[in-house]
């Protein structure tokens, strides 16, 4: 497993930008994906974002599509979701995950960072 901790939350207005960073450890970045994933009061988890292990795949949840962008940077081992356009629909705690690249369950998590998004 992976070592994962995330960092950049906080609160922001509507319409605002925040970057989220996942620090990783344990395993060589390079042999797995990676993702974020979202939990607002009330609700299931939910995908928003992954990237493959070389980031040049991406794929995202249809509801951000267009504001917010995945990428790594796997010699800082590093992850990070760069949020623009917030809505308070956005409004959750965070949480970055990996996975073996030949795998298809997300077996590492991280503790999560909170996002409130005023309107």
């Known amino acids: 497993q992976v070592q994962l901790v995330e960092s950049g939350g906080g609160l922001v207005q509507a319409g605002e930008s925040l970057r989220l960073s996942c620090a990783a450890s344990g395993r060589t970045l390079s042999t797995v994906a990676m993702g974020w994933f979202r939990q607002a009061p009330g609700k299931e988890r939910e995908f928003v974002a992954s990237i493959d292990w070389s980031g040049g795949a991406t794929a995202y949840h249809y509801s951000v599509k267009g504001r917010f962008t995945i990428s790594r940077d796997n010699a800082k081992n590093t992850m990070y979701l760069q949020m623009n356009t917030l809505k308070p629909e956005d409004a959750a705690v965070y949480y970055c995950?990996?996975?073996?690249?030949?795998?298809?369950?997300?077996?590492?998590w991280g503790q999560g960072t909170q996002v409130t998004v005023s309107s």
């Open positions: 995950a990996a996975r073996p690249r030949s795998a298809t369950i997300w077996d590492s």
